[in-house]
């Protein structure tokens, strides 16, 4: 079984719709990590968390909202879409050592 | 604010050939530089982490180092296989900070 899963792993939805995508982990790290990436632009951090009563915005945080539920669980938010929001989304984790980070399969989300 | 190039964008080799792929960064105040590889439609994953202590890592057929005064990490292909096609991604983590910054990555096909 993979250690990071994230579902769904691909979604279309309208401007204006509220849409979730969960991630879940098993491998017991305490860092969480949202990021998006487009083409030509790279992977950009949306919000991190290092444990369930911390939460932090990245660098953009803007029209998303996140929720971690538990520590093997962080959710990411749009609470009304807009088709800017179209990109692939990566849920990812790390522990305090080591800094590596492990990354789920991603989620492709389109908003028309 | 720190910013991570990656040239070229894409390159293409023969099977065989050894390979070398460069990332450069900004601020040379970084904690660890990682290196990624990403397939079509699927996640990251992690190739070989260098804390700023270090000066490279070794892992099979890749061989990454690191020189934070000049800016410069570059990633070692030996032998390189069509199995290594690939995008390759590099990501700084700076001193204090706790998100990755990444490059835009550089396109690998490997030619049979």
């Known amino acids: 079984d993979a250690d990071v899963t994230q579902t769904p792993r691909n979604r279309i939805t309208k401007t204006g719709k509220r849409i979730m995508l969960e991630c879940s982990q098993t491998?017991?790290?305490?860092?969480m990590y949202w990021y998006r990436q487009d083409p030509g632009l790279g992977l950009r951090l949306i919000y991190y968390?290092?444990?369930?009563?911390?939460?932090n915005k990245g660098e953009i945080s803007d029209g998303y909202s996140v929720s971690r539920q538990a520590q093997a669980k962080f959710s990411l938010s749009l609470e009304s879409a807009i088709p800017n929001q179209t990109a692939l989304y990566f849920c990812?984790?790390?522990?305090f050592g080591a800094g590596t980070q492990y990354f789920g399969p991603g989620t492709r989300l389109l908003v028309l | 604010k720190q910013e991570v190039t990656q040239i070229p964008a894409a390159l293409s080799v023969p099977e065989g050939e050894n390979l070398v792929l460069n990332c450069s960064f900004t601020?040379?105040?970084?904690?660890?530089l990682q290196w990624f590889r990403q397939d079509p439609g699927k996640g990251l994953t992690s190739l070989l982490l260098?804390?700023?202590?270090?000066r490279e890592q070794t892992s099979g057929r890749l061989n990454a180092s690191l020189d934070k005064s000049s800016g410069r990490s570059t990633l070692y292909i030996a032998a390189s296989q069509p199995g290594d096609s690939a995008t390759y991604l590099c990501?700084?983590?700076?001193?204090?900070?706790?998100?990755?910054?990444f490059g835009q990555g550089t396109r690998l096909t490997i030619n049979p």
């Open positions: 990812a984790t790390s522990d």
């Open positions: 491998k017991g790290h305490d860092r």
């Open positions: 968390s290092f444990d369930v009563k911390d939460i």
């Open positions: 601020d040379s105040a970084i904690y660890n």
């Open positions: 260098i804390q700023s202590s270090q």
């Open positions: 990501a700084v983590r700076d001193q204090g900070a706790q998100k990755l910054v």
